[in-house]
């Protein structure tokens, strides 16, 4: 079994990071599953070669070892052989539609996410203007037992309607990107932070439609806040490990993360201290399903 830890290299890690890794490799501990490294470099207007670089050398100061290592811009191939099997399907159709026109023409849910509506799949925009790729999505309701938060039960198009895969300027989608990676590298346990969690449904029904018979289990952890009440993400939290390991070992650095969001009050952690310390707050909400399902 694999699961995964994936960041864009969009800027050097910073502890959020660093106690995101903590939950992927305390539910690997768990559930006895492998974890690969995935950097998510679709958005190439956003990646940077120098973080693409940092990401594996910060993670091995702390000591995370990976079982293997990918990264996005090398899978060019991969997606478009998804892509082709979708659009042999009949399942994609070209949208010319503007920003602006989305945001006219559609209704947003609560994320401000567009609601596409299929403006383009019943007016087709011609063959010669750049264009975005839609997926038809499915309009069904899709439930998934979330390994921490319980049940769900979503119905993607009405979450966001018809989704796009590739945009107008010719690159692949998060959406897709990520749902081609997991199917591709059999990961069977996505961990990932709770803000992510809206987007399982759509990435489940994306699954389905490329061929994948058994998804992969969700695991969504809470996003911790600091005790400024700051959450720490790379928006809010710009510090990055780089810098504080030039005056910190990794240890005490370890040891601080989980200070800093009240799982300890340890001055230092080795890496494997660090991940039992997370294991309890993954363990205590759903514990019972796991064996059940697994
Ligand atoms: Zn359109």
């Known amino acids: 079994m694999f699961t995964r830890f994936a960041p864009s290299p969009t800027g050097y890690l910073h502890r959020g990071h660093i106690l995101s890794a903590l939950f992927v490799f305390a539910a690997a501990d768990i559930y006895k599953c492998r974890v690969r490294l995935r950097i998510e470099d679709h958005d190439q207007s956003r990646a940077r070669e120098a973080y693409v670089k940092s990401i594996p050398e910060d993670l091995a100061r702390f000591g995370f070892t990976f079982d293997s290592y990918s ?4 899978r060019q191939n991969v997606y478009q052989k998804y892509f082709d099997m979708l659009s042999a399907k009949g399942l994609t159709y070209r949208c010319n539609c503007s920003r602006k026109k989305l945001f006219e023409e559609n209704p947003v849910n609560n994320e401000g996410e567009v609601i596409y509506q299929g403006h383009c799949l019943a007016n087709p925009p011609s063959e010669n203007e750049p264009a975005a790729i839609r997926f038809k999505t499915p309009n069904e309701t899709i439930a998934w037992n979330d390994l921490l938060l319980g049940e769900f039960s979503e119905n993607p198009y009405e979450q966001c309607g018809d989704m796009v895969l590739k945009d107008r300027i010719g690159q ?5 990107a990520v749902v081609c990676d997991d199917f591709e590298e059999d990961i069977s346990l996505v961990v990932r932070g709770e803000d992510i969690r809206n987007s399982t449904a759509r990435q ?8 994948r018979e058994n998804p992969p289990q969700y695991l969504h952890h809470p996003l911790l806040y600091a005790s400024t009440g700051k959450k720490l993400s790379k928006r809010e939290h710009d510090v990055s490990v780089r ?14 993360i989980c200070t800093e969001v009240g799982l300890t009050t340890a001055t230092e952690l080795t890496l494997q201290q660090a991940i039992d310390i997370v294991k309890p707050t993954i363990a205590k909400h759903k514990f ?3 064996n059940s399902e697994f």
Request: no cysteine; glycine share 2%.
């Open 71 to 74: 990264i996005q811009s090398a």
């Open 172 to 176: 692949w989608t998060y959406q897709f």
């Open 204 to 211: 489940i029904a994306l699954s389905r439609a490329l061929g």
């Open 243 to 256: 810098a504080e390991l030039e005056s910190n070992s990794p240890e005490k650095l370890l040891a601080a």
């Open 288 to 290: 019972l399903i796991l």
